[in-house]
């Protein structure tokens, strides 16, 4: 049984940072691409960042992110992070992982960025 759990959203202020884990089981987890998504309120869900299987040598960023947001994996622990530091407001949404290779997604975890 495939799952993906997020974990590490949370309330955060203006500036300040925050790691995301994804937690996945059910599936080859090394040879998986693994992307982060979010979407804010009454918006698309938008992709944040990519990072590719096989050591994760590839990665990818929304231009929005580049230089703040920093994707990674852990094969032994079939976990995927996203440490989110500098955070703003706009940066306000649930978060999900996806696994691209069977379309599967994780149920999100909220991150809020306010004063």
């Known amino acids: 049984q495939v799952q993906l759990v997020e974990s590490g959203g949370g309330l955060v202020q203006p500036g300040g940072s925050l790691r995301l884990s994804c937690v996945a089981s059910?599936?080859?987890?090394?040879?998986?691409?693994i992307h982060w998504y979010r979407q804010a309120p009454g918006k698309g869900r938008e992709l944040v960042a990519t990072?590719?299987?096989?050591?994760?040598?590839?990665?990818d960023y929304k231009d929005s992110v580049k230089g703040r947001f920093i994707i990674s994996r852990d094969d032994n622990k079939r976990t995927v992070y996203l440490q989110m530091n500098n955070l703003k407001p706009e940066d306000t949404a649930v978060y999900y992982c996806h696994v691209p290779r069977i379309d599967f997604w994780g149920q999100g975890t909220q991150v809020t960025v306010s004063s």
């Open positions: 059910g599936f080859t987890f090394s040879a998986a691409a």
């Open positions: 990072i590719s299987g096989m050591g994760g040598k590839m990665i």
